[in-house]
């Protein structure tokens, strides 16, 4: 809309609403009207001496905001042509700018001056929006939202797409932005992991301030539910309740979480407010967090496992074995790519030489069983062949070497020499090998 008004002959002045400066006063209307400072001079002294004191560029008394705003409609109107005004992420105004402006936009009438802003819903201000003829935007449909997401990043996986379809419910901004915070658009296994999603600097500054203003406890409470991921509302109530209760009446109150007693489910007001709370906290919060969710989880081997991986400061081998484990659960029950997921936390969680190599392999082979994609393979059997592979490893490398080999370049005969020399050499009480158990 500001480019087409703009192609008509509109006089065009931008500010945008800034957390960091909403403590300076009248820092964004000295964002709009910095185009324009070299103009006061036509405005008569009074009313150019109260518009240089409020945008620092005089000296005197402070203002009254009715002065103030009555300079700035004076200022509009000697351009000589059409204004539009164009406000975006308005909660974030400072005080004194809001004031003003908002002044500014109930004496508009008779002026060619327009004024378009935005701001998201609930998000509170101090503008007084009722100046304004509100329009709503509503979500991008499903179809719409999938479109923009396959025109934009072909290469994108379906499994990643339908995650981050679920993320972003329908906002173009998260459509847009959340593929950049994964590393690879191709991997199916990045719609497996139970973390919310990484967030952009953008999305970052869109859905983290009302997450800032909520009291420690508070935060804390969030941060164990976004990173529980499965919204069980009994777990984070009686967190709550060992903790002396409250923070989730709080959470309640701000708005940004929902509590369904009858389902028993605890759901952030949109799923980009989860990524915030975990995107606002430390690496030492997240382990803490954890560590705790792991030790009430202790008889859900899926979620205790996952969670001791992501609360380990380094290798450990007694914490990988369990993530094996839990990948042939998942692999038995038909969750490939949960088994996928699992086998490369517990390979990066294997001290070399211990099993990091073959749990590599495998990870390999079941990706390529489970997306028919071979791509990925050749990286993951190179970091399996440098990771220091011991006695264990070998036949589950091979195998997975093997595999790559028939179905990439069709070498059969490389391929069987591959595997009859790791049979060979495995001792006769090896134990439970995934390559083995899928073949």
């Known amino acids: 809309m500001a480019g087409g008004a703009s192609g008509r002959g509109f006089r065009v002045l931008r500010a945008v609403g800034s957390q960091f400066e ?8 000295h964002q709009l009207l910095h185009p324009c400072l070299g103009e006061t001079s036509r405005l008569r002294p ?23 705003a009555t300079a700035v409609l004076a200022l509009l109107a000697t351009t000589g042509e059409p204004v539009l005004l164009v406000i975006d992420d308005l909660p974030w105004l400072d005080r004194a700018s809001a004031i003003v402006l908002g002044m500014v936009a109930r004496r508009l009438s008779g002026l060619p001056v327009g004024l378009l802003a935005a701001c998201r ?15 709503y935007v509503d979500p991008l449909t499903e179809d719409a939202a999938a479109h923009l997401l396959t025109s934009r990043y072909p290469a994108m996986t379906p499994r990643v797409r339908r995650r981050l379809l679920t993320a972003a419910r329908g906002n173009p901004l998260a459509l847009l932005e959340l593929p950049v915070s994964l590393a690879d658009l191709g991997d199916s296994t990045a719609a497996a992991a139970p973390a919310p999603l990484p967030l952009t600097h953008r999305l970052h500054h869109a859905f983290a301030s009302r997450v800032r203003a909520l009291p420690p406890p508070v935060v804390e409470l969030l941060l164990l539910a976004a990173l529980d991921g499965t919204g069980d509302l009994g777990l984070i109530r009686a967190i709550d309740a060992d903790r002396g209760g409250g923070s989730l009446h709080a959470a309640e109150q701000s ?51 996952w969670h001791l991986a992501e609360a380990a400061e ?15 659960a998942a692999l038995r029950r038909g969750d490939s790519v949960g088994a996928v997921a699992h086998l490369l936390r517990a390979a990066r969680l294997s001290p070399p030489g211990r099993g990091r190599s073959g749990r590599l392999a495998e990870a390999a082979y079941l990706g390529s069983i489970v997306t028919g994609d071979l791509r990925d393979a050749p990286r993951l059997l190179e970091q399996a062949r440098t990771a220091g592979p011991g006695p264990e490893d070998v036949l589950p490398v091979a195998g997975a070497r093997a ?35 899928v073949l």
């Open 22 to 29: 909403a403590d300076i006063s009248y820092a964004a209307l």
């Open 46 to 68: 009074l009313l150019a001496g109260a518009l240089n004191v409020a945008l620092g560029l005089g000296e005197g008394a402070p203002p009254e905001p009715l002065l103030v």
């Open 121 to 135: 819903t609930g998000e509170p201000g101090f503008f007084d929006v009722g100046a304004l003829t509100a329009l």
């Open 255 to 305: 708005g940004l979480v929902r509590a369904d007693e009858p389902a028993g489910q605890l759901t952030f007001r949109h799923p980009l407010i989860e990524s915030a709370v975990v995107d606002l906290s430390t690496s030492e919060q997240r382990r803490r967090a954890h560590a705790e969710l792991a030790a009430r989880l202790a008889c859900l081997p899926e979620r205790h496992a």
């Open 314 to 328: 380094g290798p450990d081998e007694k914490v990988a074995a369990l993530l094996k484990e839990v990948a042939l």
């Open 403 to 437: 595999f790559h080999l028939l179905h990439g370049d069709g070498d059969v005969d490389t391929a069987h020499r591959l595997l009859v020399t790791a049979l060979g050499d495995q001792p006769h009480d090896a134990g439970d090998i995934v390559v083995i158990e």
